[in-house]
């Protein structure tokens, strides 16, 4: 066993601390880009209208009915359904990005410390999993970025991860210490990493139908003739193309959440000699499972798609979220020693 | 997956009283069985699973902690026998529970088999006719061959079959020599058959869990140092055979432990005496007369012996104690297991003396492995490591009741009969002993001697014969998951024509069946193919992401009502 460095340890909470205060700075900038968005609208009005009119000069006769549509459809939805970048420069969006990528830098250093300073996996407890599950987060939001345009989301995911980090220091905070030998096997390596990427891939999808939500019951109330008081939602894409992101990227956090169980299971019965005994971490995990399993079997159910499997999606993170929370503190369990 | 049959409500039903039909009992068999595998019920009792499942979280469950569930009734005397009533302390093998899964069971069976064999026909058949007008698909482009190319629309139909079959699509041909030749093109069946062997291991894990209850078998025993443990029936403290339990099956390897080494972590604050490494050094013989040999066992590194699993789930320390008794006669010696109730192993013990003559004798208290005394006085143990051990006990004489035959738990020292001797409000006080020490008991009743200390582990051993299949069937479960998500079913149709200058024009369409957010891209790849195969330029055509964004748009726009349609009747 590897000796504890209490000194890299404490470098490692202090890059925690510095990359929490980025992250606030990036939140600023995306608060700040979605307040601006007003201003980004009316350059891409501008711009609509102008193509209006070359295209009136162009056709004549057949252009009002094609620039009616086109406001028609701008007073809705702005934001291109299949999240590409546009043209227009968003500084503030441009500065949070920066921001976003610097703080992950910090995150990822503090990470990685912690890891080295315990001598193995930086995630044997609750702190630790939750300051490198929202590492996760952050870093798979960055990646995402780099195909689709998803800054209209950033406000939202640098909000959780900047509450992660700060639920990680306060309420879950540990110092560098050694696992207790039933958490020492390789498992702990394959089993935990593929649930905390799971976590924060069902993290994306949670702001994502939460939006979804939003951005739908503004759609309804628009084609009824309703006033548009939201307009920052401009910057969000449809509803439907919301929906369709988020269920791409919850299958792929479903498989995950699968393997989590699995491999749960195998090590369940290496540790305890049995693979299912409906502990209460495993009872959770199921109940996970299944309720991300009704998200993906809604899709395909008549009726049930849009804003009902969009609930289950939230219904599913909050079941993470409580599985985590709730579960592991004041349950008892097999589980039990994951905690603080 | 069938629809549900629409069933006349309210004032309708009573406007069109004679116009319904009388359902006989079949009838309202088959009512029953298409409402039971519809997807709606399907996903209905998907969610209830979900739900039911909670309670078992949130009240103590019987098989995991019988002692808990007991002490839960005891204090909550209204709640708790209706709680148990309802089966809230069993419920995973409770009727309701049951009830629910076995009916998503029957209903996912209800699904896969007119699925499997709808499957199996639509391998069987040609890929479906070419619709009238392509350019309605939501993915569709034309191409045309200069005249100079010196193609006919039948040479250019047979180079479009050859690019789809070379991207693995069934093709076939219609009208070959007539003048606008058209196939029709197929892929991804594999997708379906993802998804049926998906489900159909999910009902071979849950095959897979009866056949380890029928058939395991599971037990439980403390070895202290130096003892060994047989694998018979009477080796056990504890055993709990499936229904169909042989104890022939049983067989009789042995372990003893040498010694059992405990580490704790003497470098973190925090964590501080917390252990960090528990490694128990046995000898194992594979049956009576097998050689011995040394092994380790750990935690999470179980010994794979005669067909079963051994692991290491608890330790502890076992004092160990000679009692005498009234008469002078050595009445108990040995190691008695003590458990541990914390961190610091402050551990709970009982001694019961059944041999004590003219008294029976019994002993309750702690065993502290690092004893001090706090401001009250009282003594607690400040480390898990033995610095300085001691015996807190208070004693009994009297009948224990052991003779009785009624069965008693060896932990539990039964006081309602007995007489105390020791205790703190008693004038002889508490018996307080360090290691070699012996306290002489009042009235002559005998006396008891800490000799030495020993630790103890304890073991479960297993055999599970559903665990290897269940594992397999888990495994092809995600195989057929992951093929389901990812490969997408789509259809492909070209049809190709002469103009009277000699071009050849070409238009093709594609269509995914069920979610497909790669079918823009995978027409790019065949519309590139085609122009490669005949020389044209990609030039002037739609930019790629254009297209793709425009394609996004039209078959989300169009996509999920129609999709979840098609997909009701595809998806269980």
């Known amino acids: ?340 | 997956m069938s629809e549900t049959v629409k069933k006349p409500k309210g004032k309708k039903a009573q406007e069109q009283d004679i116009a319904v039909p009388v359902l006989g009992p079949i009838g309202m068999l088959r009512w029953a069985w298409t409402q039971l595998t519809s997807m709606r019920t399907a996903l209905l009792l998907l969610l209830l699973l979900a739900v039911a499942a909670v309670p078992g979280s949130l009240f103590p469950q019987r098989p995991a902690n019988p002692a808990v569930v007991t002490q839960y009734i005891k204090n909550n005397p209204v709640t708790g026998p209706w709680l148990d009533r309802f089966q809230l302390f069993d419920v995973y093998a409770s009727y309701w529970f049951s009830a629910i899964y076995l009916l998503l069971f029957i209903s996912l069976i209800g699904c896969i088999i007119p699925r499997v064999r709808a499957h199996y026909k639509a391998l069987r058949t040609a890929p479906p006719r070419t619709p009238r007008r392509i350019s309605r698909l939501p993915q569709y482009g034309t191409l045309v061959i200069p005249a100079a190319q010196g193609a006919t629309a039948s040479s250019a139909l047979e180079d479009a079959a050859a690019v789809l079959r070379k991207r693995h699509y069934r093709v076939e041909t219609r009208d070959a020599g007539g003048e606008r030749p058209h196939l029709g093109a197929e892929t991804g069946y594999v997708r379906e058959v993802g998804n049926l062997v998906f489900h159909s291991s999910l009902v071979g894990v849950l095959v897979s869990v009866a056949l380890g209850g029928l058939f395991g078998y599971s037990g439980q025993r403390t070895i202290v140092e130096g003892e060994t443990f047989v694998n018979t029936l009477v080796g056990y403290d504890q055993f709990s055979p499936g229904t169909n339990f042989q104890s022939a099956w049983l067989s009789p390897y042995s372990v003893t432990l040498d010694k059992f080494e405990v580490r704790y972590d003497r470098e973190s604050v925090k964590q501080f005496g917390q252990p960090i490494d528990f490694t128990a050094h046995v000898t194992t013989k594979d049956g009576p007369d097998a050689a011995p040999k040394d092994q380790i066992l750990k935690v999470n590194d179980p010994l794979e012996i005669g067909g079963t699993g051994l692991y290491l789930v608890g330790n502890g320390y076992a004092p160990v104690i000679t009692v005498r008794d009234g008469n002078g006669n050595v009445a108990l010696q040995g190691p008695v297991p003590s458990i541990p109730t914390d961190g610091v192993y402050t551990s709970t013990m009982v001694v019961k003396v059944p041999d004590a003559k003219p008294d029976q004798l019994g002993f309750v208290g702690f065993f502290l492995p690092s004893a001090q005394l706090n401001e009250q006085g009282v003594a607690f143990s400040a480390d898990p490591d033995p610095l300085r051990p001691q015996l807190n006990l208070n004693s009994y004489y009297g009948d224990l009741g052991l003779d009785s035959g009624a069965p008693q738990n060896v932990y539990n020292l039964d006081v309602k009969n007995l007489k105390q001797l020791n205790g703190r409000d008693l004038p002889a006080k508490g018996i307080v002993l360090d290691a070699g020490q012996t306290y002489k008991l009042p009235e002559g009743k005998g006396s008891i001697t800490f000799d030495g200390l020993k630790r103890f582990i304890a073991v479960d051993v297993r055999h599970n014969p559903g665990q290897v299949p269940a594992l397999v069937f888990a495994l092809v479960a995600v195989a057929g998951l992951v093929t389901s998500l990812y490969v997408g079913r789509r259809r492909a149709w070209v049809r190709t024509g002469t103009a009277d200058d000699g071009r050849v024009m070409v238009e093709y369409g594609l269509l995914a069946r069920g979610e497909d957010h790669g079918l823009a891209k995978e027409t790019a790849k065949i519309r590139q193919a085609l122009q490669e195969g005949w020389g044209l330029d990609s030039g002037p055509v739609d930019p790629p992401g254009a297209a793709g964004a425009a394609a996004d748009n039209g078959k989300n726009a169009a996509g999920p009502d129609s999709g979840a349609a098609r997909n009701g009747k595809e998806s269980s």
Not at chain 1, 105 to 116: E, F, K, N, Q, S
Not at chain 1, 284 to 304: D, E, K, P, S
Not at chain 1, 312 to 339: A, D, P, R
Request: net charge positive; glycine share 8%; with cysteine.
């Open chain 1, 1 to 340: 066993m590897t000796p504890l460095n209490q000194t890299l340890g404490q470098y490692s909470e202090l890059f925690m601390l510095l990359a929490a205060g980025t992250y606030t700075v990036a939140l600023i900038a995306f608060a700040w880009d979605l307040a601006k968005s007003s201003a980004t609208l009316k350059a891409i009005d501008a711009r609509a209208a102008r193509q209006q009119q070359e295209s009136r000069q162009l056709v004549g006769a057949g252009a009002p009915v094609a620039a009616s549509q086109a406001s028609a459809a701008g007073g809705t939805i702005t934001a291109d359904p299949s999240m590409r970048y546009a043209k227009e420069r968003r500084v503030p969006a441009r500065v949070a990005v920066a921001l976003t990528i610097l703080a992950a830098l910090i995150h990822g250093a503090a990470v990685i410390t912690r890891g080295v300073a315990a001598g193995r996996v930086p995630w044997g407890n609750m702190y630790e999993f939750l300051t490198t599950g929202a590492w996760l987060v952050a870093v798979v939001f960055l990646l995402v970025l780099l195909r689709r345009d998803l800054r209209f989301l950033g406000t939202f995911v640098v909000a959780l991860v900047i509450i992660m980090l700060v639920a990680a220091s306060v309420a879950f905070w540990t110092p560098v210490g050694h696992l207790v030998p039933a958490l020492q096997s390789y498992w702990l390596v394959i089993h935990v990493s593929i649930a905390v990427l799971s976590s924060a891939l069902f993290t994306l999808t949670f702001a994502m139908s939460a939006l979804q939500l939003v951005q739908s019951r503004r759609e309804a109330k628009l084609a009824a003739g309703g006033e548009d008081k939201l307009t920052f939602m401009r910057l969000v894409p449809t509803a439907l193309s919301l929906e369709n992101l988020s269920y791409r990227i919850n299958t792929i956090a479903f498989v995950g959440w699968t393997f989590t169980l699995m491999f749960g299971a195998i090590w369940a019965e290496k540790a305890w000699g049995r693979f299912w005994g409906w502990d209460t971490k495993e009872v959770w995990t199921f109940v996970i499972w299944v309720v991300y399993a009704g998200y993906l079997h809604a899709r395909a159910t008549r009726g049930w798609t849009g804003t009902r499997a969009a609930w289950l999606s939230i219904v599913g993170y909050l079941c993470v979220v409580f599985n985590f929370t709730i579960v592991n503190q004041f349950f008892n369990g097999l589980h039990s020693y994951s905690g603080l």
